[in-house]
């Protein structure tokens, strides 16, 4: 076999899936030649020669554009070839990185992340583990270890963070995601806190006015809101954090359905942003535990019912008149029903007929 037959077979067949050193072993033979005189020819180490064909030693351009001349296959089929076996040889490493990460993997909710279209559905676990670490946008499992449990974060404050971080960071990223996306003004408080006044008197509206119109004036003020449904198994009602120096996030889920648990939750994150700081984060249940929960409960019940007509509270009783009060400081009747039952003025089992539930819409 001559140098072009040898050239036109490796031109049109390289074999990318092995070393570059079988390649190189066949092609002497194929052209009579021994290492040790591939060696002498190519200006280079018997010992060199051998490392390559053992698969022990890179074959490096210089050595390409040699081997080139010798045995008359073109300088790029020895980088393809040698690529080629490289990345191979990282793809087996990361399958074997990733096989040990599986374990990890059953933690993740990924038939939500399925489910919700985050990820495409595979067979393979392998192929899972790879797209969930995708959508949370890293490499391996230590790295969002890294990322979620490491001490700085904030959220490692919260019991319920804790008690499951995988299912618990899952919704977090998710509204992370849909956050980032929205586009906002710097973060203003004074744009903010006016924007709140509006957004209160919307506590009569259905969903589908009110929403649309929290997410423009706080998107306005520097604040991305976004409703994420909860996820099978995780308590959480909301959460704040900055994406930015001046872009902040309240992300809100129906845990509980109705409109008294909903604002109360709304202007719960409100009151983290404007009285907490920039590097805090915060996850909400109803209980709020700890002087900044408890800091942002005080903001959210101020905020929707004025402590100047808190005293009325205990004299509402009846529907009706608990309708006229909500009317007379323009909210809704069904938040006034929470305060009441939060403040045990009524039972639990009372009058939820004035409040509205809520139900996500697909």
């Known amino acids: 076999m001559t140098k072009a037959d040898v050239a036109k077979r490796y031109a049109y067949e390289p074999e990318y899936s092995v070393p570059p050193g079988r390649t190189l072993q066949e092609t002497i033979d194929a052209l009579g030649m021994g290492q040790r005189d591939l060696a002498t020819r190519a200006g280079l180490s018997p010992k060199h020669i051998n490392q390559i064909i053992q698969g022990s030693a890179p074959l490096t351009y210089e050595t390409a554009v040699r081997l080139e001349q ?30 040990s990460d599986l374990a990890w993997l059953k933690k993740i909710p990924a038939a939500e992340l399925v489910g919700r279209k985050k990820i495409d559905k ?80 919307l506590t009569v509206e259905r969903p589908e006015a009110f929403v649309p119109r929290i997410k423009i004036l706080c998107a306005e003020a520097g604040v991305a809101v976004v409703l994420i449904p909860e996820i099978k198994n995780v308590p959480v009602s909301g959460a704040t954090r900055w994406l930015a120096p001046e872009k902040a996030m309240i992300q809100l889920s129906l845990r509980y359905k109705t409109n008294d648990q909903f604002w109360f939750t709304f202007f719960h994150e409100a009151g983290h942003i404007l009285l907490g700081g920039k590097k805090e984060a915060f996850i909400d249940l109803n209980h709020a535990t700890g002087e900044g929960e408890m800091e ?47 403040e045990k003025i009524i039972g639990y089992n009372q009058l939820n007929g004035l409040k509205v539930r809520y139900q996500w819409v697909a």
């Not at 004299?315 to 309708?323: G, R, V």
Request: overall charge positive; charged content about 20%.
């Open 296 to 342: 942002a409960d005080r903001f959210a019940a101020d905020h929707l019912i004025p402590p100047h007509r808190a005293s009325e509270l205990h004299s509402l009783k009846s529907a009706p008149a608990i309708q006229t009060f909500a009317k007379s400081i323009g909210i809704a009747p069904g938040i006034v029903v929470g305060r009441l039952q939060h």
């Open 70 to 99: 010798v045995t008359g296959v073109p300088a790029r089929m020895w980088n393809n070839l040698e690529a080629n076996y490289r990345e191979q040889l990282a793809k087996l490493s990361e399958q074997k990185r990733l096989e």
């Open 122 to 201: 595979h067979t393979d676990s392998v192929l899972t583990l790879k797209a969930v670490l995708g959508f949370f946008g890293v490499a391996d499992v230590d790295a969002w270890k890294n990322i979620w449990l490491s001490p700085a974060v904030a959220y490692r404050k919260s019991s319920v963070f804790l008690g499951q971080p995988e299912a618990m960071a899952t919704w977090l990223r998710l509204g992370e995601l849909e956050a980032r996306a929205v586009p906002c003004a710097p973060f203003d408080k004074s744009k903010l806190r006016a924007a709140l006044n509006e957004v209160r008197a």
